[in-house]
């Protein structure tokens, strides 16, 4: 895995959801992540949690091949049936606004 940051395990029950509360628990992790000077945060998501996904891009992540864990990713694909992928926000504020 890259070194960083990582949002792991984030999830709301099911009575919960569409309420806002993963938006509000994800950028509290992306300002932490940021208070504490990383330059990323990383994320693991499946593919198919199209909410997820959505909510991630809003966010300003974007997906990302890391060669280190693709074998890992395609185990987990024939074990489970399912894949996850690898999502990255670049957390440098002065990078962000000459993007903007």
Do not use: C
């Amino acid at each position: 895995m890259p070194e960083g940051l990582w949002l792991f395990s984030l999830g709301v029950r099911l009575k919960y959801r569409r309420l806002g509360i993963g938006e509000l628990l994800s950028r509290r992790v992306v300002q932490v992540a940021r208070e504490r000077g990383a330059p990323e945060l990383y994320l693991l998501v499946f593919e198919d949690n199209r909410p997820a996904v959505r909510l991630y891009h809003k966010l300003g992540f974007k997906q990302r091949t890391v060669s280190t864990m693709e074998e890992m990713l395609k185990r987990e694909k024939q074990t489970y049936g399912r894949r996850r992928v690898v999502m990255v926000t670049s957390l440098d504020k002065e990078k962000d606004s000459k993007n903007s």
